[in-house]
């Protein structure tokens, strides 16, 4: 295999206290490859967000190293390649806009890189066509809905190009509606654009529709594979703090009950699929 | 008290001629307004000034009714000013009418008719510019127009990053300060009634949320800019050049002219 784009070894981190320093991260082994869609799972406090700020350096390891596409974190040097490598975007997309025009806002990050302006015209053209937000780009952000918010978030950081972007629970505060928009936009972004995805999330549902599901516990990995791989383990789920999907959850105590039922059917049809064939037989 | 009332740096969106003009043509024809609005001393030069507030209102697309709204904060201060001014000019010749320690002469009512005609057109002709020029805009003429300050180790792009940024939370925040409000009335608060200390007692609550929830958006935003490359000035190019056109030359003309027949009319003497 190539090149990872995102790799963490032994990565350790704790915030500068005057008493005892509490470890956040606690030696995090990770390798994430270039076109990758991975999903971060974990309970409040378990050190998602932290390991997210370490992929682009606004917050530097502890102890360990931290590689963005080959290049160490802790180069101070290289910091404009690591950010316009990895893009973040965070919760709350009122926090993120900087500018009162959609496109303006989208501008910002390759203004910042002082990429020249007919260039960035079509950097901010393409990033805007790429989230579905390019009628509205002489619109005022602050009149748009939550979803189309965090899809100008979204966009404003693929006009840097980005290879990788890392979302940090960027459906928490949006409608059903809102979730569903950005989540398509993101998988779109990750097929179509071949940017690599990592997505910290809450729910269940959109982590199930990633290809590696990470899990984090008290700074630490405690588990890492396909989805069908992890959310069937239940017991494991439940002693980090998380609930598993709702479609395993039900299988889950289904089979309890001595029916014959698979544990892996993330999605309502192949719940609903795996019912229908117990059920006809 | 409404605040989606509070205009204050609000842009409209548009396409009209002053729309158009380059954002530091159009600085520099406030300017040139001001300078023209205070050396203004009769009625011939009002109603010059007036006449160009106007025409320039209506060639907007703006609307008298946005501007009359926008200026209903400063009511006060305006009416403030009058009466000050009617009851504190000195007049020559017998007053118009007394009452106990109170006089109003003529020369009263003139000096608060035109101090209150000089404001209101102050704070339209301003109130002009934030309204037809994007506010990123605004700052990016104001960077450019101060731009030569730099060489005097002024901060000037961290001035005009902060104003642009100011400008771009105020809808957030009054936004906030609505919900907060409605929050705390549902609790029973009422901001409405009362002497002006209660009012302002009311008004604690309201503003230590606001406070705090301000500091934690400006902390996340800062972390969000370094997330997309912000690094200060240097090296910074912008999607948007700014471009004097022919228009920006014949507007900055006539803005110029204006102040020249103002200064004609004081020279002349006329009224
Ligand atoms: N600036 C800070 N100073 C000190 N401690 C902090 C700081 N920011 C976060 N922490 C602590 O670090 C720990 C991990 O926080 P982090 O934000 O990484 O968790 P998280 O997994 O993202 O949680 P959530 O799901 O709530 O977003 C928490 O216990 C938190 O209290
Ligand atoms: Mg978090």
Request: glycine share 8%; aromatic share 8%.
């Amino acid at each position: 295999m190539e090149n990872p784009i995102l790799k963490t070894e032994h990565l350790t981190f704790s915030y500068p206290t005057e008493d005892a320093p509490k470890v956040i991260l606690d030696g995090v082994d990770l390798e994430i490859q270039a076109g990758a869609f991975v999903a971060v799972l974990g309970h409040n406090g378990s050190g998602k967000s932290t390991l997210a700020k370490h992929m682009n350096a606004i917050l530097l390891p502890s102890g360990g190293k931290v590689y963005v596409s080959g290049i160490d974190t802790a180069d101070e040097e290289r910091l404009l390649d690591i950010r316009r490598t990895v893009g973040m975007v965070f919760q709350n997309p009122d926090n993120q806009i900087v500018a009162n025009v959609v496109e303006e806002d989208c501008a910002f990050g390759p203004e910042n890189l002082g990429v020249p302006p007919d260039e960035i015209r079509t950097q901010v053209d393409a990033a805007l066509r790429a989230v579905g937000m390019y009628h509205l780009r002489d619109h005022a952000p602050h009149l748009l809905s939550g979803g189309q918010k965090q899809r100008i978030a979204i966009a404003g950081v693929l006009a840097m190009k980005p290879r990788c972007v890392v979302l940090d629970e960027p459906t928490a505060m949006l409608d059903p509606i809102g979730r569903r928009e950005v989540l398509e936009t993101v998988k779109k972004l990750n097929v179509e654009n071949e940017v690599t995805v990592v997505l910290i999330t809450h729910h269940m549902d959109e982590a199930a529709q990633a290809g590696r599901v990470i899990v984090m516990s008290d700074g630490k990995i405690v588990a890492d594979g396909a989805p069908r791989d992890i959310f069937p383990q239940v017991e494991m789920l439940r002693s980090v703090g998380l609930a598993p999907p709702e479609t395993v959850e039900l299988m889950y105590e289904l089979r309890k009950e001595g029916l014959d039922l698979p544990l892996d059917a993330l999605s309502d049809e192949e719940c609903a699929q795996a019912l229908y064939t117990l059920l006809s037989r | 008290m409404a605040l989606k009332d509070i205009t204050l740096g609000q842009y409209f969106p548009g396409d009209s001629i002053l729309h158009r003009l380059d954002p530091r043509a159009k600085i520099l024809l406030t300017v040139f307004y001001i300078v023209a609005l205070f050396m203004a001393k009769n009625i011939l030069s009002y109603s010059l000034m007036f006449a160009t507030l106007t025409g320039c209102i209506l060639v907007s697309h703006v609307g008298f009714r946005v501007l009359v709204r926008g200026m209903k904060p400063i009511l006060f201060i305006v009416v403030f000013t009058a009466i000050l001014n009617l009851f504190y000019t000195p007049g020559e010749g017998e007053p118009l009418v007394a009452f106990w320690i109170f006089k109003i002469y003529w020369e009263g009512i003139r000096t608060a008719f035109f101090m209150v005609l000089r404001i209101m057109m102050l704070i339209s002709c301003t109130f002009l510019l934030t309204y037809t020029t994007s506010p990123i805009l605004l700052t990016d003429a104001l960077e450019s127009l101060l731009g030569p300050l730099k060489k005097l180790r002024l901060p000037i792009h961290e001035l005009a990053m902060m104003m642009s940024i100011a400008l771009r939370f105020i809808p957030t925040l009054i936004e906030e300060t609505d919900k907060i409000m409605a929050a705390q009335k549902a609790r029973g608060a009422d901001f409405d009634s009362g002497n002006l200390l209660e009012k302002a007692k009311a008004l604690i609550p309201l503003l230590v949320p606001l406070f705090i929830s301000a500091f934690r958006r400006a902390d996340e935003l800062a972390v969000a800019m370094e997330c997309r490359c912000y690094h200060g000035g240097e090296g910074r190019t912008r999607m948007r050049q700014l471009k004097y056109a022919g228009r920006d030359y014949t507007a900055l003309l006539l803005g110029f002219g204006l102040c020249l027949s103002i200064w004609g009319i004081n020279l002349l003497g006329v009224f």
